[in-house]
Nanobody, 122 residues
Framework: QVQLVESGGGLVQAGGSLRLSCAAS????????MGWFRQAPGKEREFVGY????????YYADSVKGRFTISRDNAKKTVYLQMNSLKPEDTAVYYC???????????????WGQGTQVTVSS
């Protein structure tokens, strides 16, 4: 079993940057693709991006492509979400999740963190 804990969220002005971390405990995450999702108040959980097991492949939602970058350090059992050029519409709770195969569908992920709040002010 893998437990995930996100950190690094906070309040930032539009145009700023944040780096979120997703630290795993328990089993290694090297066997899993890792995804990032976000959920704004009153909205459904939204796919942000994923990274495959070996970190050789990433895929992003159009809304964040070119601004967000996912990376991972399997030795540290940590996945990162670097967010640049942040916009007020990026405000949401951000979650990391793990699955055997990469997917854009939240329901296909087997385990989740508790989320971290990101607020972007205009």
């Amino acid at each position: 079993q893998v437990q995930l804990v996100e950190s690094g969220g906070g309040l930032v002005q539009a145009g700023g940057s944040l780096r979120l971390s997703c630290a795993a405990s328990g089993r290694t995450i090297s066997n899993y693709a890792m995804g990032w999702f976000r959920q704004a108040p009153g909205k459904e959980r939204e796919f942000v991006g994923y990274i495959n097991r070996s970190a050789g492949d990433t895929y992003y939602a159009d809304s964040v492509k070119g601004r967000f970058t996912i990376s991972r350090d399997n030795a540290k059992k940590t996945v990162y979400l670097q967010m640049n050029s942040l916009k007020p519409e990026d405000t949401a709770v951000y979650y990391c999740a793990g699955n055997y195969a990469p997917s854009v569908v939240a329901g296909e992920y087997n385990f989740w963190g508790q989320g971290t709040q990101v607020t972007v002010s205009s």
